[in-house]
T-cell receptor
Framework: AQSVAQPEDQVNVAEGNPLTVKCTYSVSGNPYLFWYVQYPNRGLQFLLKYITGDNLVKGSYGFEAEFNKSQTSFHLKKPSALVSDSALYFCAVRDEAGNMLTFGGGTRLMVKP | NAGVMQNPRHLVRRRGQEARLRCSPMKGHSHVYWYRQLPEEGLKFMVYLQKENIIDESGMPKERFSAEFPKEGPSILRIQQVVRGDSAAYFC??????????????FGPGTRLTVL
């Protein structure tokens, strides 16, 4: 069975500082990894995904994520946080043959001015 | 290009009533997925459908829940005889390609069901 862990319920960072939201996964075979962001009372917005190739993936709104196979991690990063980045972030995994996404529990990012 | 549409956005039902949630996928997408999000939790997969076919319903409760995606019209998630534990946000996602592909699932705004 596949699983995703987001070890931090909340991450606090000052505006302008770099941010990291952690994600580790477990899956059979090669993973397909995704990050989504959820604003209050809204649906999930796709940020980026890793399928194959370069371990550093760039996505929307200046976010990027680094795939590390040996550590089974896919941490989300941004060089300089904005107050508007404050939201709930979800990491998700799918195996090569699968249909469903398995989500982590989410990490609330708070960016303070 | 409109995204995934869901309606209603908010639904209030009393215990024992039926809830019908609708989802229209993005244009050009023929694969629909339903997920449920309980308060303060991540999303949990419920069911995956293609037109007129249920492909994977491994996440669906065995009773009271059903889903369809007819040839014409939106996908419907139906919950019969709702109970308070059904209160949650229900999200629909759609994708263009088949399972096992590298395609992305795009999510709708969700339907927030409250059972009184």
């Amino acid at each position: 069975a596949q699983s995703v862990a987001q070890p931090e319920d909340q991450v606090n960072v000052a505006e302008g500082n770099p941010l990291t939201v952690k994600c580790t996964y477990s899956v059979s075979g090669n993973p397909y990894l995704f990050w989504y962001v959820q604003y209050p009372n809204r649906g999930l917005q796709f940020l980026l995904k890793y399928i194959t190739g370069d371990n550093l993936v760039k996505g929307s709104y200046g976010f990027e994520a680094e795939f590390n196979k040996s550590q089974t991690s896919f941490h989300l990063k941004k060089p300089s946080a904005l107050v508007s980045d404050s939201a709930l972030y979800f990491c998700a995994v799918r195996d090569e043959a699968g249909n469903m996404l398995t989500f982590g529990g989410g990490t609330r990012l708070m960016v303070k001015p | 290009n409109a995204g995934v549409m869901q309606n209603p956005r908010h639904l209030v039902r009393r215990r024992g009533q039926e809830a019908r949630l609708r989802c229209s996928p993005m244009k050009g997408h023929s694969h629909v997925y339903w997920y449920r999000q309980l308060p303060e939790e991540g999303l949990k997969f419920m069911v995956y459908l293609q037109k007129e076919n249920i492909i994977d319903e491994s996440g669906m409760p065995k009773e009271r829940f059903s889903a369809e995606f007819p040839k014409e019209g939106p996908s419907i998630l139906r919950i019969q005889q709702v109970v308070r534990g059904d209160s949650a946000a229900y999200f629909c996602a759609s994708s263009r390609l088949t399972s096992g592909s590298t395609d992305t699932q795009y999510f709708g705004p969700g339907t927030r069901l409250t059972v009184l």
